[in-house]
């Protein structure tokens, strides 16, 4: 989401860092990193952490681009949905379909959100990861999921256009 001096930040969801004694930034080239929680929000499910550019390679660096981001305010129903992340840890992976839903709220932990919501696969491990429109702007981070045997494919994303002030604290 930025760099800053000699760091690299990266947006999260607050639930995917709360209560750990470590993290660790894996890169789209394997290369692992130690990240420093930066600050949370528990009640808009944020995070970001930063790893310190020092601790990487130069050929890591240079494959890392700050996201450009999009306008979510702008979005409508049946807009293309690009979800990435690491779905069941397996690593990277990327699924796609429409925004099904705009400000639709959703309460998980007391926490009542309003989400967009879409039918591109959000799955364990797609948490925290970039909701992307067609012309790969982050519109979202990608946050919860519902789950019971009466529906498919209805995942949840925070909206860029509320994160971004949060994400900026």
Same mark, same amino acid.
């Given at each position: 989401?930025?760099?800053?001096?000699?760091?690299?930040?990266?947006?999260?969801?607050?639930?995917?860092?709360?209560?750990? #004694?470590?993290?660790?930034? /894996?890169? !789209?080239?394997?290369? +692992?990193?130690?990240?420093?929680?930066?600050?949370?929000? =528990? $009640?808009?499910?944020?995070?970001?952490?930063?790893?310190?550019?020092?601790?990487?390679?130069?050929?890591?660096?240079?494959?890392?681009?700050?996201?450009?981001?999009?306008?979510?305010?702008?979005?409508?129903?049946?807009?293309?949905?690009?979800?990435?992340?690491?779905?069941?840890?397996?690593?990277?992976?990327?699924?796609?379909?429409?925004?099904?839903?705009? #400000?639709?709220?959703?309460? /998980?932990? !007391?926490?009542?959100? +309003?989400?967009?919501?879409?039918?591109?696969?959000?799955? =364990? $491990?797609?948490?925290?990861?970039?909701?992307?429109?067609?012309?790969?702007?982050?519109?979202?981070?990608?946050?919860?999921?519902?789950?019971?045997?009466?529906?498919?494919?209805?995942?949840?994303?925070?909206?860029?256009?509320?994160?971004?002030?949060?994400?900026?604290?």
């Amino acid at each position: 989401i930025g760099q800053k001096n000699d760091e690299i930040l990266i947006a999260t969801n607050n639930h995917v860092v709360q209560n750990s #004694n470590a993290v660790q930034v /894996v890169f !789209n080239d394997e290369t +692992k990193a130690n990240a420093s929680v930066r600050g949370t929000a =528990p $009640g808009s499910d944020l995070a970001v952490v930063s790893v310190k550019q020092s601790e990487l390679k130069e050929g890591t660096i240079n494959k890392i681009k700050v996201a450009t981001l999009g306008d979510s305010g702008t979005l409508n129903l049946g807009d293309m949905a690009i979800a990435i992340g690491n779905a069941l840890g397996y690593g990277q992976s990327v699924t796609v379909g429409y925004i099904s839903a705009l #400000n639709r709220e959703v309460t /998980v932990n !007391n926490v009542t959100l +309003k989400l967009l919501q879409t039918d591109a696969a959000i799955n =364990p $491990g797609n948490s925290g990861g970039a909701l992307l429109n067609s012309k790969g702007e982050v519109i979202g981070i990608n946050s919860v999921k519902y789950v019971d045997d009466s529906v498919e494919s209805i995942g949840y994303a925070i909206p860029i256009s509320d994160a971004i002030t949060v994400i900026n604290e």
